[in-house]
Nanobody, 119 residues
Framework: QVQLIESGGGLVQAGGSLRLSCAASGRLFSTYVMNWFRQAPGKDREFVARISENGGRTSYADSVKGRFTISRDNAKNTVYLQMNNLKPEDTALYSC????????????WGQGTQVTISS
């Protein structure tokens, strides 16, 4: 089983940057596709970014493309989300998730880390 713990959230002014981390337990981290999702109060959960097992393929939501970068370090069992030029609409609870295939639902979820962007 995989356990995921997010960190790095906080309060940042618009235009600022933040780097989120998601640390995974276990030795099978490199076999999982890793995802970032976010959910703001009163809104549906939204896909943010996805990265393949070896980091060779990435995908981003249009709303964050060009501003966010997903990466992973399999030696450290960690996936990252670098967020630049943050906007108030980026405010949400950000969660990481692990799945077995590129196009399949995630099997494991972290508890999330709160990101709040002030205008």
């Amino acid at each position: 089983q995989v356990q995921l713990i997010e960190s790095g959230g906080g309060l940042v002014q618009a235009g600022g940057s933040l780097r989120l981390s998601c640390a995974a337990s276990g030795r099978l981290f490199s076999t999982y596709v890793m995802n970032w999702f976010r959910q703001a109060p009163g809104k549906d959960r939204e896909f943010v970014a996805r990265i393949s097992e070896n980091g060779g393929r990435t995908s981003y939501a249009d709303s964050v493309k060009g501003r966010f970068t997903i990466s992973r370090d399999n030696a450290k069992n960690t996936v990252y989300l670098q967020m630049n030029n943050l906007k108030p609409e980026d405010t949400a609870l950000y969660s990481c998730a692990a799945g077995p295939r590129w196009s399949l639902p995630s099997d494991y979820w972290g508890q999330g880390t709160q990101v709040t962007i002030s205008s």
